[in-house]
Every structure is written in C-alpha cells, then in structure tokens.
C-alpha cells in the first residue's frame, strides 16, 4: 500500500521530469526545431543501423504513421533526414540522418547528456527511497 511518502515521491519524480522536458522544449526551440522533430531525429540516431521507416518511427515515438510522415517531410525539407530506398525491397523507404542533422544532433545531445547528468543523483535518491 502506498503511503505519504510514496506519493510525495512520485511527485517530485514528476516535477523533475517535466522540467527535463521543459529543458529539452527550450533547447530545441533554440536550435530551430520542434520537441517532435527532435525525437525523431533522436530516434533515428539511437537506431541500430541508422535508419527506421516511417513505421518503426511511429511505433518507437507513439505517435500515427500519417503524423510521422508530416515530421519527415519537414524534416526533409529542412536537410535533416533523407529518404533512402532498401535495396532488398524497393518499396520500403527509411529515413536517415543527413551530415547537417549530426552536427546539429552532436551539440543537442551534449547539452541533453550535461542536463541528465546534472538532474541524475536527485533521481536516483528519489527512486531509490520507493521500495
């Protein structure tokens, strides 16, 4: 059974993540994207190969193909994904990152890692107290 505590600790959890999100709106804002066409570009350099199609996208970030597919259009359209066709099956598209959304990715996941980094010993003193 949860007790006062429990609760006093999921909501400082809470509150801490969604000050990392806060962090990560204002961040990308600054870079010129939106927190959405930020995760995609997260995804897509944390993918195995380098590359997802639209459906893995939409299945790792939750969201609908059709929503994932408006992502990647502007993302193309800004020079931060390309469309690359699988050679095995002509029909499957993947997204991959182009060298512009590296560098842009390099600086944005530095400054993401010193923020985690920063908010992490709260967040393991807070989880490790609910038993």
Avoid: C, W
Wanted: glycine share 4%.
């Amino acid at each position: 059974m949860l007790d006062d505590n429990d609760y006093r600790i999921m909501a400082a959890v809470r509150a801490e993540l969604r000050g990392f999100a806060h962090f990560t709106e204002r961040v990308v804002k600054a870079a010129g994207l939106t927190p959405q066409q930020h995760q995609v570009l997260v995804a897509l350099r944390a993918a195995k190969d380098g590359a997802l199609t639209i459906g893995q996208l939409a299945e790792t970030l939750l969201l609908q193909p059709h929503s994932v597919s408006g992502l990647a259009d502007r993302l193309e359209a800004l020079e931060l994904v390309e469309r690359v066709r699988n050679e095995d099956d002509r029909r499957s598209v993947s997204l991959r990152l182009t060298p512009k959304a590296r560098d842009i990715m390099a600086s944005l996941s530095t400054t993401h890692r010193d923020e985690l980094r920063r908010i992490r010993p709260l967040l393991i003193s807070l989880l490790s107290q609910l038993d």
